[in-house]
Nanobody, 128 residues
């Protein structure tokens, strides 16, 4: 089992920055590719950003490309999402997820069923 705990959400105004963090425990963190997803009220959970096991590859949804940055620290078992220039449409519950990537360590997955573990989520609200 892998336990994931997100933190860093909050209520902010449009245009500012926020940094989310996800702390992992339970198994070898470097065996897992990590992803950030979000879910707004009434909408399906959507992919935001993903990172390979060692941080060598990253991938972003078009809606956040150039504004958000995903990073990980395997020594600390954490994955972060730096969110800049926030917009009201970024308002959602943000989830981190882990996928065992030992079979294909460089593949970044954007679909929810392929992730093995999920955190409980952290709310981000951006006011206009």
């Amino acid at each position: 089992q892998v336990q994931l705990v997100e933190s860093g959400g909050g209520l902010v105004q449009a245009g500012v920055s926020l940094r989310l963090s996800c702390a992992a425990s339970g198994r070898t963190f470097s065996n897992y590719a990590m992803g950030w997803f979000r879910q707004a009220p009434g909408k399906e959970r959507e992919f935001v950003a993903g990172i390979s096991w060692n941080g060598g590859r990253t991938y972003y949804a078009d809606s956040v490309k150039g504004r958000f940055t995903i990073s990980r620290d395997n020594a600390k078992n954490t994955v972060d999402l730096q969110m800049n220039s926030l917009k009201p449409e970024d308002t959602a519950v943000y989830y981190c997820a882990a996928r065992d990537s030992r079979g294909n360590p460089w593949r970044i997955v954007t679909t929810t069923p392929e992730y093995d573990y999920w955190g409980q989520g952290t709310q981000v609200t951006v006011s206009s």
